[in-house]
């Protein structure tokens, strides 16, 4: 079955901490997406990439670093100087164009 | 500044009980508005993607319109599993992706 996998689904970080989290989509899409979506808010852009080895910053990057070494793989490491990480992150694929973004599940991130 | 809201932000309504979903925007350049349904603890399901003005579209209970300048998703008698969160997205020009806050709608059977 075509999609996108995000792992793991739940993750907890001490403060101080650097985590990644994996997203993977076997879709052959070529333009790849990270959002942040916190109670009460609309989808905040983080990182995206429209092909690999190349990717831009969102809205709201700061904290957060990513890497394309893979058509397939878009991995997000959410380090120590972000402040606030207790969220919930999706990452999402497209087509380059005009067509819909498709999703996966998410990973819940919390900080103890 | 791209910018999309929604409204309501909360709707009840009982089983059967016909309503819509507004979402309004502003953007530089609209390739595309999308509509996504959202569980709670789960990524957004794709539901429609429209174009330009004057366009429909129709899934089950659920049809979206558009104008130049906001769309509705009208929900025909709706059931107890159409409790979800509905998002709204715009693309410009730049291939980036705006999404509203969500309509959370709960339908009482």
């Known amino acids: 079955d075509g999609g996108i996998t995000q792992s793991p689904k739940y993750l907890f970080r001490k403060e101080g901490q650097n985590v990644t989290l994996s997203c993977e989509q076997n879709?052959?899409?070529?333009?790849m997406y990270w959002y942040r979506q916190d109670p009460g808010q609309g989808l905040r852009l983080i990182y995206y990439?429209?092909?690999?080895?190349?990717?831009q910053k969102g809205d709201i990057a700061e904290g957060y670093s990513v890497s394309r070494e893979k058509k397939e793989s878009f991995p997000l490491t959410v380090t120590s100087a972000q402040k606030n990480p207790t969220a919930f992150y999706l990452c999402?694929?497209?087509?380059?164009?005009?067509?819909?973004?498709?999703f996966g599940q998410g990973t819940r991130l919390t900080v103890v | 500044e791209d910018q999309v809201t929604q409204s309501p932000e909360a709707l009840r309504l009982q089983e059967g009980e016909s309503s819509s979903l507004n979402c309004s925007y502003t953007v530089s350049g609209l390739r595309g508005l999308f509509w996504y349904r959202q569980d709670p603890g789960k990524g957004p399901e794709f539901l429609f993607t429209?174009?330009?003005a004057g366009e429909e579209k129709e899934k089950e209970r659920l049809k979206a319109t558009l104008t130049k300048k906001e769309s509705f998703l009208h929900i025909t008698a709706p059931k107890p599993e159409d409790s979800a969160t509905y998002l709204c997205?715009?693309?410009?020009?730049?291939?980036?992706?705006?999404f509203g806050p969500g309509t959370r709608l709960s339908v009482l059977p």
């Open positions: 990439s429209q092909i690999v080895n190349d990717f």
């Open positions: 429209l174009y330009s």
């Open positions: 879709l052959n899409h070529d333009a």
């Open positions: 997205a715009v693309q410009n020009y730049g291939q980036n992706f705006v």
């Open positions: 999402a694929s497209s087509i380059v164009g005009t067509t819909e973004a498709f």
